[in-house]
């Protein structure tokens, strides 16, 4: 906690963690950099291509920086094609508006004590405060730290009606509605899933 208190940002920084304001890029160090210094180039950099720039569009968010980093690092651990950002950001933005859990997966893998490449429903049921299937409204903090297109993302959500989506197994998602849309998507999600396992001669998992 004294060393985050040093660092020379001039905007509030959690108290235990840096998790999400350690800006990912790639950084030339002298052998023997310290720890220090290390950390203290990634923050003026994350000050520099986001805090700074940013500024207005995170106040016109109406949350705070912590806030929208904390979505960020959702959006860079749910989305792993660029088209998908700012829909997936649109689904989080309806769903924190309707009070409706947002249920984000990689808030329950983020928990749990060792990373699972599948989740089972007993995973979802983990006591913390990371796992949005238990508690409403965003997590306390990041889940990673996310890169300046989920950053954009965060502050630019998709106008869109959309409340659930489902990956399919070329990492893009199926975007629905409603439950029954969502439902139908993940029986759509399923059969691709059997007939790529069909295709592989392996099994079909969960």
Do not use: C
Request: proline share 7%; charged share 25%; aromatic share 10%.
């Amino acid at each position: 906690p004294d060393a985050i208190a040093k660092l020379p940002v001039d905007f509030a920084l959690p108290k235990r963690s840096l998790e999400g304001y350690l800006f990912p890029d790639t950084y030339d160090f002298a052998p023997g950099a310290t720890v220090e210094q290390v950390i203290d180039e990634m923050m003026l950099n994350f000050s520099r291509r986001f805090a700074r720039p940013y500024e207005q569009e995170i106040t016109a968010s109406g949350r705070s920086l912590h806030d929208v980093l904390t979505i960020a690092s959702l959006i860079e651990r749910e989305a792993k094609e660029p088209q998908d950002r700012a829909r997936i950001a649109g689904v989080l933005e309806n769903r924190l508006k309707r009070g409706m859990k947002l249920q984000v997966d990689a808030t329950v893998e983020y928990a749990l004590p060792e990373y699972k490449e599948s989740l089972s429903y007993a995973d979802l049921r983990v006591k913390s405060p990371y796992n949005t299937y238990r508690y409403k409204g965003l997590p306390p903090g990041p889940i990673a730290n996310p890169g300046l297109d989920a950053l954009k993302a965060a502050v630019h959500p998709e106008q869109n009606n959309f409340l659930y989506y489902v990956a399919r197994p070329d990492h893009t998602h199926l975007f629905t509605r409603t439950f029954a849309e969502h439902e139908k998507a993940i029986r759509e999600v399923n059969a691709e899933w059997r007939k790529l396992q069909s295709g592989r001669g392996g099994a079909v998992g969960g």
